[in-house]
């Protein structure tokens, strides 16, 4: 079944590995055969990757865009336990990730790795609310 993308203005795309970028207009296209594809808006660049989980997250649109991901596999693995270590209740939500990995559910794996990039900052919020002097602290991987 095709799947029908619209892009806004300028917006960007990546598929199977490309960095496409649309025009002055809105434009509508349909990707009729399986492909690797990341939008815009789903994309974290590792210049944005500021803090433990996004540089997660970008391990995990490297692991969705290889055509062998085993190196960034590994990165994952290590990120992950070291993140696990320093924030013991992101385990749950790294867990989920792992399951979507392993099923081969790779945008799913992406979208997990967003939901911990938001418990990550609901994290970071809740310590600055009750330490508002204390230096925003985050693991590194």
């Known amino acids: 079944m095709p799947l029908k993308i619209t892009l806004k203005p300028f917006e960007r795309l990546i598929i199977n590995g490309a960095a496409i970028r ?9 990707v009729e055969t399986q492909c690797k594809f990341l939008r815009e808006s789903e994309i974290i660049t590792e210049a944005e990757a500021d803090t433990a989980c996004k540089r997660l997250c970008v391990t995990l649109q490297l692991i969705y865009l290889a055509d062998n991901p085993i190196e960034a596999e590994d990165l994952f693995v290590r990120q992950a336990t070291e993140l ?3 924030v013991p209740s992101t385990g749950p939500r790294i867990a989920a990730i ?5 099923a081969g559910n790779y945008h ?3 979208k ?7 418990y990550e900052r609901s994290l970071q919020e809740r310590l600055l609310q009750d330490h ?5 602290a985050t693991a590194t991987a």
């Open 22 to 30: 649309n025009g002055e207009r809105s434009a509508s296209f349909l």
């Open 84 to 86: 696990m270590r320093a």
């Open 98 to 102: 792992q399951d979507e990995l392993a």
């Open 108 to 110: 799913r794996a992406i």
């Open 112 to 118: 997990r790795g967003r939901e911990l990039v938001a």
């Open 132 to 136: 508002p002097q204390a230096p925003l």
